[in-house]
Nanobody, 117 residues
Framework: QVQLVESGGGLVQPGGSLRLSCAAS????????MGWYRQAPGKQRELVAS???????ATADSVKGRFTISRDNAKNTVYLQMNSLKPEDTAVYYC???????????WGQGTQVTVSS
């Protein structure tokens, strides 16, 4: 059974930092491109950042220079370091695993990030 379990969300003041983690089980982690998506109320889910097994990274323009994605294949875990957070970063953040050969995709349950003073 595939599980993606996110953690690290919460309430933070503008300018603060959070680190999200996503622990994967039930998949051969290195066969997957891992990504973080977010969905704010009333908006579509959007890609925040993704990272391949070879550590090629794609990052949304809205978070470039503030957010960093990384992965630890030994721990089957992907991280999202979020710095200089803004109120517009408030959303539910979802972890995604995309099989490199197109054999499926999996989602975590999401973790709430709220940026507010």
């Amino acid at each position: 059974q595939v599980q993606l379990v996110e953690s690290g969300g919460g309430l933070v003041q503008p300018g603060g930092s959070l680190r999200l983690s996503c622990a994967a089980s039930g998949i051969f982690f290195s066969f997957y491109t891992m990504g973080w998506y977010r969905q704010a109320p009333g908006k579509q889910r959007e890609l925040v950042a993704s990272i391949t097994n070879g550590n090629s990274v794609a990052t949304a323009d809205s978070v470039k220079g503030r957010f960093t994605i990384s992965r630890d294949n030994a721990k089957n875990t992907v991280y999202l370091q979020m710095n200089s957070l803004k109120p517009e970063d408030t959303a539910v953040y979802y972890c995604n695993a995309l099989h490199n050969g197109g054999f499926g995709t999996y989602w975590g349950q999401g973790t709430q990030v709220t940026v507010s003073s």
